[in-house]
């Protein structure tokens, strides 16, 4: 499975950015899918999640109510949709991909099998 960000760059604060993960593969639609991201000097973090259906979707605290984690199959794209961007959003942001999920997205990186090379966000005050 090769997975591929777009959609990252500059925004002020209170704007707003769609990034998209494109994935290729077979089985890509099958597949659990999560985004997280990277600031300067942290640990990678977890963001958003959604089930292979879209069903059921997970959001980190800090971005619940600002961010919108959305699928379209038929595409073998998942999207997030950023609004109300924070400077502390400002990171690399990663989409990844989950083979065993089933009926619930998960959190933790280490069910995570793919990963994207990831794209820029980048808030300013």
């Known amino acids: 499975v090769q997975l591929t960000e777009s959609g990252g760059g500059k925004v002020q604060a209170g704007g707003s950015l769609r990034l998209s993960c494109a994935a290729s593969?077979?089985?890509?639609?099958?597949?659990?899918m999560g985004w997280f991201r990277q600031a300067p000097g942290k640990e990678r973090e977890f963001v958003a999640a959604?089930?292979?259906?879209?069903?059921?979707?997970e959001y980190a605290d800090s971005v619940k109510g600002r961010f919108t984690i959305s699928r379209d199959n038929a595409k073998n794209t998942v999207y997030l949709q950023m609004n109300s961007l924070k400077p502390e959003d400002t990171a690399a942001y990663y989409c990844?991909?989950?083979?065993?999920?089933?009926?619930?997205?998960?959190?933790?990186?280490?069910?995570?099998?793919?990963w994207g090379q990831g794209t820029q966000v980048t808030v300013s005050s």
């Open positions: 959604i089930t292979w259906n879209g069903g059921s979707t």
């Open positions: 990844a991909a989950d083979v065993a999920a089933g009926l619930y997205p998960r959190r933790s990186q280490q069910y995570y099998n793919y």
């Open positions: 593969g077979p089985s890509a639609s099958n597949y659990g």
